[in-house]
């Protein structure tokens, strides 16, 4: 029997530590956190100091808590001591904590210990079971301040939510705010007034190759303005705002003499960036490697927790992934020093270890993110890493040992052309070194200056030498508003403004896309109407000065505070809720306003043109109500107006004619319904016409008259746009719902079955087959039938299914039968008959 009993959050945890921890250690998982605050109540006694109750974790369909905590409970009682080795951090605290109530025995009393480690290495674990301590219960008020502050926001905000808008909503501390952050971006690009402007380039010949171009920099003693729109022109500034001053510029410098009068040549240095912090992982895996945040740290929790290596069981391949820390050990940073030296020689290897400063705030307990191991190259891993395991561990890899090489060096030239009283200007940069670069170089959000210019090379001229003019060429720019978060941009600006922390970034991506108060669309965050309509509430409510970045970082910082022990945890919550409590009474106050007044509008109703519309609240925002005949529309401007749904900013200059109805001839009017924005007919509910509006905001086109019959009632089929897609269906819908369907081709084999396998959509739009029977056969599969005969059992058809690891392969459907074919196979099966034939479109 193990007399020691270590306990850890994951089994994979558990499995790479039992290899390095002897016989007499036994060592379990808890599966995270074991009790929280009750599921049902608050849960905190605002009155007592705020002191919080804490349950064990009820059982639920994925995790049976009362067998793990009575397992664990038992190991504890038969060990002689039990040592607490959950992750290095306030959540890893907490459960320690936790874990010390519940499971450590009380009588007689076992000794009990926390054991931290940054990595999971027989070094590493060693060298934290040689030193244990003791809880820290700074890390743990901390935690315990964080989760108390965000259940009093959840449980007294989000019902309030809930019972104006409906539905099940939810606001948090800090999720709050980065929605915040997305609807105002958004607001920015609807109002942006775009601005004209021109660049003038001359392409230019020297004595030597190749020919170059030069952008117009000056006029005189006034530079040419080529940013900063949103301030006003400086005396010693040019706009050349429209394309009259540029053509009478182009063809005052067409006439001239360009002469070099200046040539700057210096030597410029690229450093390399320190090793990577949790925020900056996120964001170089959503640049280089398209991984969303929640994606890229459940890989990384992978590789830190262990991976299987062959002989040498399960390994930790990376430190903790949760960090804010850019310091390195010295043992890692001569182990780089080490290799860097040995693969890629002296040149690469600079005189000492680069040491980088963290930000004033980062935990410095931590380390950087780096390999444990960095012989461990990413080639000699391939075969034991999936792709994507492969892929992150690679960027962490090169990025941690292109920190510790020289710096890249480059050639850089400006050059001045003279031509009357214009100077042109060309700047060009060829690399001299290529250091760091060799092996790493960071992505970018946007293209910058020095990323155009290395792209540039000019030739070797001298000052005084005349230049010959091929061609002066304008051209038109209008700038462009702020772009759309991305995930990797929305985590740089929270972490610039010091809001949240490493281990909540990935929540909060997640939570605001669960709620459906932001939709992601072409990788990048468009607010919602539901999100819209929940800002906007809790905004004007009263919440403006509790859900803005300032005070939501400066939290952030007493929790830090906390954490080192500089400040109560109850303090910092007697300061919060006094300023929360006023909110919370005007936020109340605001809702029973908002729903006992109608605001009154001169909007005129389109279905009975009785004059007053009133604007209400609802679930999708405000929208238009007459209390004449009961219609509602929707109260934003129309689709394809300024400020409308889905628009980049920018006046259109006269407003559209309003779409007409197709079955009826009424005009159509904009509504919000739960999946966006629609054309609805005017004369609902006798007609019942609808018409998707895209994200782009523009409207579904009317539906498109085939050649084809209904079989159902013979009036004519119609192409319509639908919620995924076209598809086929009769025009007299909704008293005809009959809708053609895509075949595949094959019968449905279910016994006495006539009906054809079809392709069908789910709710959440996900592919799937399914018989034309149904509901009389509701024989389904997932994967695509391919009318092919079982070579082993003679079914009538096979499924086709493609997997990254496998790639394409089919496989018969009767489970009895186990045969499966292999990717060279269907590589060399007749394409006609694994094509589908494909005869109509499916809704």
């Not at 921890?21 to 009155?47: E, Q, R, T």
């Not at 705010?177 to 020297?206: D, H, P, Q, S």
């Not at 925020?279 to 590789?303: C, H, N, P």
């Not at 061609?471 to 508003?481: G, L, M, N, R």
Request: include cysteine; charge should be positive.
């Amino acid at each position: 029997m193990a007399k020691n009993l270590v306990i850890v959050e994951s089994p994979a945890k558990a499995k790479t530590i039992n290899k390095y921890l002897g016989k007499d250690y036994l060592v379990k998982a808890s599966i995270g956190h074991i009790k929280d605050l009750p599921s049902k109540g608050l849960g905190v006694d605002v009155d007592d100091d705020f002191k919080p109750t804490y349950e064990v974790i009820p059982d639920s369909r994925k995790r049976n808590n009362k067998k793990i905590v009575a397992e664990l409970k038992k190991a504890a009682k038969e060990a002689d001591a039990i040592y607490l080795a959950a992750d290095p951090d306030r959540e890893g605290e907490a459960i320690c904590q936790h874990l010390a109530e519940e499971i450590v025995p009380k009588r007689p009393a076992k000794p009990h210990f926390r054991v931290m480690f940054n990595e999971i290495t027989k070094r590493a674990v060693n060298l934290a079971f040689e030193h244990p301590r003791k809880i820290d219960e700074n890390l743990v008020n901390s935690q315990q301040a964080r989760r108390v502050l965000d259940r009093l926001v959840g449980y007294k905000v989000s019902p309030l939510l809930c019972r104006t808008v409906g539905g099940r909503l939810s606001a948090g501390r800090v999720q709050s705010v980065a929605l915040r952050m997305v609807v105002e971006r958004e607001r920015e690009i609807e109002k942006f007034v775009k601005t004209e402007y021109w660049t003038i380039a001359a392409n230019l010949g020297a004595k030597l190759p190749p020919a170059f171009d030069a952008r117009l920099f000056k006029v005189g003693e006034q530079t040419v303005k080529t940013g900063g729109f949103d301030q006003e022109t400086k005396k010693n500034e040019i706009l050349i705002g429209n394309e009259t001053n540029a053509t009478e510029i182009v063809a005052e410098a067409g006439q001239q003499t360009f002469v070099v009068s200046e040539v700057t040549r210096k030597e410029r240095k690229r450093n390399p960036v320190p090793a990577f912090i949790t925020s900056k992982l996120q964001q170089e895996a959503a640049r280089k490697l398209g991984f969303a945040v929640k994606r890229t740290m459940m890989i990384a929790q992978k590789l830190y927790e262990g991976v299987e290596l062959g002989s040498e069981g399960s390994v930790g391949l990376i430190t903790y992934m949760r960090t804010d820390s850019t310091r390195v050990s010295d043992a890692a940073l001569q182990e780089a020093r080490d290799f860097i030296g040995k693969q890629y020689g002296a040149p690469y290897l600079p005189e000492k270890a680069i040491h980088y400063r963290s930000k004033k705030d980062a935990q410095d307990a931590h380390e950087a993110i780096r390999p444990t191991e960095v012989t461990r190259t990413p080639d000699s891993l391939a075969q034991y890493l999936n792709k994507d395991e492969l892929r992150l561990y690679r960027l962490i890899w090169q990025r941690f040992v292109a920190s510790q090489m020289t710096p890249a060096i480059f050639d850089q030239t400006t050059i001045d052309i003279a031509a009357g009283r214009f100077i042109f200007r060309a700047t060009g940069s060829v690399q001299k070194f290529d250091g760091f670069l060799k092996l790493y170089q960071e992505g970018r959000d946007e293209k910058t200056e020095e990323d155009e210019e290395t792209e540039r090379t000019l030739p070797t001229v001298e000052k005084g030498e005349t230049l010959a003019l091929n061609k002066i060429t304008p051209e038109q720019h209008f700038t462009d508003p702020p772009p759309r978060f991305t995930e990797a941009t929305l985590v740089k600006a929270l972490e610039e403004k010091g809001i949240g922390r490493p281990s909540t970034y990935a929540a909060i991506m997640t939570t605001i896309q669960a709620r459906e108060y932001v939709e992601k669309l072409d990788g990048r965050f468009h607010p919602t109407a539901l999100g819209k309509t929940v800002n906007d509430l809790l905004i004007e409510g009263g919440f403006d000065d509790l859900f803005n970045e300032t005070y939501t970082a400066r939290m952030e910082e007493e929790l830090d505070a906390i954490e080192e022990g500089k400040l109560k945890w109850t303090d910092a919550l007697h300061e919060f809720y006094g300023k929360f409590a006023d909110d919370l009474n005007k936020f109340k106050l605001h809702i029973k306003d908002i729903k006992e007044t109608d605001t009154a509008t001169e909007e005129v109703c389109l279905k009975c043109e009785t004059p007053g519309m009133v604007q209400k609240w609802g679930r999708f925002g405000k929208y238009l109500k007459c209390l004449n005949c009961g219609a509602t529309r929707d109260a934003e401007p129309k689709a394809g107006s300024n400020g409308g749904e889905g628009t980049d900013g920018g006046a259109t200059e006269e407003a559209t004619e309003p779409e007409v109805c197709e079955l009826c001839g009424k005009p159509m009017q904009m509504k919000r319904g739960r999946f966006g924005p629609f054309l609805g007919c005017t004369g609902y509910p006798e007609c019942r016409n609808i018409r998707k509006i895209a994200k782009s905001g523009v409207a579904a086109p009317a539906p498109v008259p085939l050649d084809e019959k209904c079989p159902v009632d013979h009036a004519q089929l119609v192409r319509r746009h639908g919620r995924f897609g076209e598809f086929i269906s009769c025009s007299n819908y909704p008293k005809c719902k009959y809708i053609k369907q895509e075949l595949t081709g094959v019968k449905c084999a279910r016994p006495g079955c006539k009906g054809d396998l079809v392709v069908k959509k789910s709710k959440r739009g996900k592919v799937f087959y399914g018989c034309s029977a149904y509901p009389d056969c509701d024989r389904v599969y997932w994967d695509k039938p391919v009318l092919e005969t079982c070579p082993k059992c003679n079914a009538p058809f096979l499924l086709e299914k493609t997997t990254r690891k496998q790639g394409t392969f089919r496989y018969c459907a009767n489970t009895d039968c186990g045969y499966r074919s292999n990717e060279s196979e269907v590589s060399e099966a007749p394409k006609e008959k694994s094509k589908p034939k494909k005869t109509a479109l499916v809704g």
